[in-house]
Nanobody, 131 residues
Framework: EVQLVESGGGWVQAGGSLRLSCEAS????????IGWIRQAPGKEREGVSC????????YYTDSVKGRFTITSDNAKNTVFLQMNNLKPEDSAVYYC????????????????????????WGKGTQVTVSS
């Protein structure tokens, strides 16, 4: 059974930090891009950050560069998203998602989109940042 189990969401004041975790099981971790897609109320889903176990160049959407860091513990099939200097506009439901790597010619950023073949999804974790 495929599972992506998120944890680490919560409430924080602006400028604070949270660390999200996503534990994957039921599929071959190395064959997938794993990352975070978020959705704020009234907005479309947005690819935030993604990583590959074999690519050292993770993807970040522009609005989180310099504040968020994604890492992967391949031995534990777990991906982490360290979020620092959080802003109210970061408030959203954060979903862990996985996209099968169909070609290594594509960058991690290519796969990190809710509209481009995310095969597996977690249930989501709420992040709320108050001003």
């Amino acid at each position: 059974e495929v599972q992506l189990v998120e944890s680490g969401g919560g409430w924080v004041q602006a400028g604070g930090s949270l660390r999200l975790s996503c534990e994957a099981s039921g599929f071959t971790f190395d064959d997938y891009i794993i990352g975070w897609i978020r959705q704020a109320p009234g907005k479309e889903r947005e690819g935030v950050s993604c990583i590959s176990s074999s690519d050292t160049r993770p993807y970040y959407t522009d609005s989180v560069k310099g504040r968020f860091t994604i890492t992967s513990d391949n031995a534990k099939n777990t991906v982490f998203l360290q979020m620092n200097n959080l802003k109210p506009e970061d408030s959203a439901v954060y979903y862990c998602a996985a996209a099968r790597i169909i070609s290594t010619s594509y960058s991690v950023g290519y796969y990190c989109s809710p509209h481009r073949g995310m095969e597996f999804w977690g249930k989501g974790t709420q992040v709320t940042v108050s001003s």
